[in-house]
């Protein structure tokens, strides 16, 4: 009997082996670019994100390389970049260091304060700014070096030594409230950043601000053929790293070589259309499975894989971690790279609710925040589109805050907070409207997160449908 069955998986075995040889060169041929394009989506996905932001700044926008573009009010939804804050005044530098160094000077905390990131194009955080950065509050000359740069660094400046040639600075002025005034104060301040090149004079040029707020501003990820247009983009402008000179023969496969026109056929066309959107069907599928929590029982995870923070944070030092597909999921979700991750901030994110179903845009939902929330500064919960992971659209609203106008407490201090596609009566101010047609998910911010989240003594409670 065993002599049958090891017989018949030999024939099994066979029958495969005959009909993989079977294949013609031409389906092989479309099988290698199916299966390499969606690694290749996986992989690219950190680059692309970033490089879909600066050609939507470039097309839709006045900005340029090398100057800022920023938002004069919190953004609404036509902001469609991933996960935005709608609670914090966005200031954007998308920097090029081809033609020598970049300075990035961020203001002492006076008046006003920075919570900034400085990562290269593969988002890979270089240095954080502001209070809880390199400078400490105090203010400080970033200056963002070229890779293989041999020149003198001056002194005072605080080097920032890239592996590619681009990249950006997301630099948060904080808001101490909605109104007006202190609106009006968080742009100002923001407005004392500049960025100019070195060599660094007594009278440097003059930074050139973009205001982009109501203007659409679409950056969402494309799960088509489109993506490779950008990811060979990338390939053209930035070097090959180290630890990815084991994609240029895969990227070869799908006609994406440095110093050759990219120019796919219809039909490669078509099977980069298939791949992408198979990449995006497994970059779901992870992240419906949930990342990590944060407190057992409770559905919050905090929005990065331990993984990624760990390897991006020490500049993928370890040779024995290269957390690609966890990477991969993280820049389907947001964009950016924190060095000092629950420093300046942290993040939870949620797309269930308290029985493990996905957020239904056509129910109704509430989240009660615990008193004495652990910040130094605000905290918020803010929806977002479950398909896109960009603000709903066309909402007049997007998040609460502990620093948005009306919010009212509970006698015991709390605050609920409710979604859904009305509120409900007298809760306007504590109320996020959702699509009624769309799923959503929800994000929670910390602004200056304090012990008493990472101690487990605070936590944030599953949000509850409603009947």
Do not use: C
Request: hydrophobic residues 40%.
């Amino acid at each position: 009997m065993l002599r049958f069955i090891l017989t018949g998986v030999v024939l099994l075995a066979g029958a495969t082996n005959v009909a993989a040889q079977d294949m013609l060169p031409a389906e092989l041929r479309d099988r290698a670019i199916a299966r390499r394009a969606t690694e290749a989506v996986i992989w690219g996905m950190p680059a692309v994100n970033a490089d879909l932001m600066l050609q939507t700044m470039l097309s839709t926008t006045k900005a340029r390389v090398n100057e800022v573009v920023y938002w004069s009010r919190p953004v609404n939804w036509k902001n469609q970049t991933l996960t935005p804050n709608p609670d914090s005044i966005y200031f954007m530098s998308f920097w090029n260091v081809k033609d020598g160094p970049i300075v990035i000077e961020i203001p002492p905390a006076e008046g006003g304060s920075i919570a900034g990131n400085i990562v290269n194009a593969w988002q890979m955080p270089l240095e954080d700014a502001g209070p809880h950065g390199a400078d400490e509050g105090k203010g400080g000359k970033y200056l963002i070096l070229p890779p293989d740069y041999m020149g003198e660094v001056p002194e005072g400046f605080i080097p920032l030594r890239s592996d590619t040639f681009t990249g950006f600075a997301l630099l948060r002025s904080n808001l101490k409230s909605h109104a007006d005034a202190d609106i009006e104060k968080s742009v100002a301040y923001g407005k004392k950043i500049k960025i100019y090149p070195m060599p660094v004079t007594d009278k440097p040029p003059e930074t050139v601000f973009t205001d982009a707020y109501d203007e659409l501003f679409d950056s969402t990820i494309r799960f088509d053929a489109s993506f490779f247009d950008n990811l060979n983009r990338v390939v053209q402008t930035e070097p090959w790293l180290e630890r990815d000179r084991v994609m240029i023969d895969q990227l070869k496969t799908l006609g994406i070589e440095k110093g050759k026109p990219f120019q796919p056929s219809a039909e490669t066309k078509a099977l980069l259309d298939k791949a992408a959107a198979e990449a995006r069907a497994e970059l779901s599928a992870r992240y419906d499975a949930g990342f990590p929590v944060i407190n057992e029982g409770i559905r919050w995870f905090p929005a990065g894989l331990p993984d990624m923070v760990k390897a991006a944070s020490e500049a993928y030092a370890d040779p024995g971690l290269y957390p690609v597909d966890a990477r991969g999921v993280t820049y389907t979700l947001g964009f950016t790279g924190i060095k000092r991750l629950g420093t300046a901030q942290f993040y939870l994110m949620a797309n269930k609710d308290k029985d493990g179903n996905p957020f239904d845009g056509g129910a109704n939902y509430r989240l009660v925040v615990p008193k004495d929330a652990p910040v130094e500064q605000y905290w918020s919960v803010t929806a977002y589109d479950r398909e896109t992971h960009a603000l709903i659209r066309n909402m007049d609203k997007a998040s609460v805050a502990s620093i948005g106008e009306g919010v009212k407490k509970n006698a015991d201090g709390s605050v609920d907070v409710y979604f859904g596609a009305k509120a409900p009566a007298g809760k306007e101010a504590n109320f996020v409207p959702v699509d009624p047609a769309r799923k959503f998910e929800l994000l929670f911010r910390l602004y200056g997160p304090e012990k008493p989240l990472f101690e487990k003594s605070w936590k944030l409670p599953d949000v509850e449908k409603m009947p």
